[in-house]
């Protein structure tokens, strides 16, 4: 099994910027991948960002990109999400999750990943 706890969220205005972090413990899987995704109250649970642990590749969803950075700590298990220039609508519950199937490029969709966090709030006011 995989434990997977985030940290770093919290309340902060418009044009800010806050990091979150993942760290993994438990059994983990070298060639698999780690993503984050969100979940805004109402709306269906979003993908944002994801990286291959073995080849470091990186997909990013349109609405963060060039604002949000993943980054991974093979050593340390983690992998955490810098998040820029925060808008009140990146306002949600963030999760960490992580994927145990060898892959070469991260999935985008939810269903790939076998293991979640329990979240972190990031509210942004305006």
């Known amino acids: 099994q995989v434990q997977l706890v985030e940290s770093g969220g919290g309340l902060v205005q418009a044009g800010d910027s806050l990091r979150l972090s993942c760290a993994a413990s438990g059994r983990t899987f070298s060639r698999s991948a780690m993503g984050w995704f969100r979940q805004a109250p109402g709306k269906d649970r979003e993908f944002l960002a994801a990286?291959?642990?073995?080849?470091?590749?990186?997909y990013y969803a349109d609405s963060v990109k060039g604002r949000f950075t993943i980054s991974r700590d093979t050593a340390k298990n983690t992998v955490s999400l810098q998040m820029n220039s925060l808008k009140p609508e990146d306002t949600a519950i963030y999760y960490c999750?992580?994927?145990?199937?060898?892959?070469?490029?991260?999935?985008?969709?939810?269903?790939?990943?076998?293991?979640w966090g329990q979240g972190t709030q990031v509210t942004v006011s305006s």
């Open positions: 990286i291959t642990r073995s080849t470091g590749i990186i």
């Open positions: 999750a992580a994927d145990k199937t060898p892959r070469i490029s991260p999935a985008m969709y939810g269903s790939a990943y076998d293991y």
